[in-house]
Nanobody, 113 residues
Framework: QVQLVESGGGLVQAGGSLRLSCEAS?????MGWYRQAPGKQREFVAR???????NYADSVKGRFTISRDNAKNTVYLQMNSLKPEDTAVYYC??????????WGQGTQVTVSS
């Protein structure tokens, strides 16, 4: 069982930046981020494997950057040029075949216009 602990959410104005962090209790191949806005389904944001191969949702390409520190079992999500539509609860996720086996508790990101 892998436990994930997120940090770094908050309130920011449109155009601003935030960095989310997620520490895993152990080493795991895939780590990533999903988000869920009010009234919407949870959606994929970004993922990274231990070899630093990354994938992004089209909606965040060029604005968000995912990275990881394997020595610390930690994944980061640097979010720049934030928009009000980025407002959501962001969930860290991890797994062995994809970032979908273990989930964090979620952290709120609110972008004001």
């Amino acid at each position: 069982q892998v436990q994930l602990v997120e940090s770094g959410g908050g309130l920011v104005q449109a155009g601003g930046s935030l960095r989310l962090s997620c520490e895993a209790s152990g080493s795991i191949k895939y780590m990533g981020w999903y988000r869920q806005a009010p009234g919407k389904q949870r959606e994929f944001v970004a993922r990274i494997d231990r070899g630093d191969m990354t994938n992004y949702a089209d909606s965040v390409k060029g604005r968000f950057t995912i990275s990881r520190d394997n020595a610390k079992n930690t994944v980061y999500l640097q979010m720049n040029s934030l928009k009000p539509e980025d407002t959501a609860v962001y969930y860290c996720a991890a797994g062995w075949t994809g970032p979908d086996r273990y989930w964090g508790q979620g952290t709120q990101v609110t972008v004001s216009s």
